[in-house]
């Protein structure tokens, strides 16, 4: 089993909106945790409460558009299982793509060596890739 630590050092997981609505919102995720992200208020990262969409005026129009719809409102969920190990579960019917392929359930196991891109629905993309610190960092 792998430790959660490599050179003293602790592995965790950057999610970061890079286009879409979600663009420049970011979550860090430590060993064990699960994001679910999509268009529901209640998931750990939603296009719902973005910066983006709240800074626009035409909010209820966007909304009920068709690139907004095309996130579900709990599209894909990523664990962070150990730092060897991220499970990304697709959990849309309007699909989940990880570098340009669709997928249901991956494990990615070399996010200490590259950077990654999820792509959500018809706009939104996001960047996965893993960092390591000092514990309190």
Do not use: W, Y
């Amino acid at each position: 089993m792998s430790s959660p630590r490599s050179n003293g050092k602790v592995a965790r997981v950057v999610v970061c909106g890079i286009k879409g609505f979600l663009e420049g919102e970011e979550r860090i995720l430590e060993i064990g945790d699960v994001l679910v992200i999509g268009r529901s208020r209640r998931v750990g990262l939603s296009t719902r409460v973005s910066a983006r969409l709240r800074e626009r005026d035409d909010r209820a129009e966007v909304v009920r558009s068709n690139p907004f719809c095309s996130v579900s409102r709990q599209h894909v969920r990523i664990h962070f299982r150990d730092e060897d190990l991220v499970e990304i579960t697709d959990l849309s019917a309007n699909g989940t793509f990880l570098d340009g392929d669709r997928i249901d359930t991956v494990a990615v196991t070399d996010l200490h060596e590259r950077r990654r891109i999820l792509s959500l629905g018809s706009q939104e993309r996001l960047f996965l890739e893993m960092i390591r610190g000092d514990e309190n960092s």
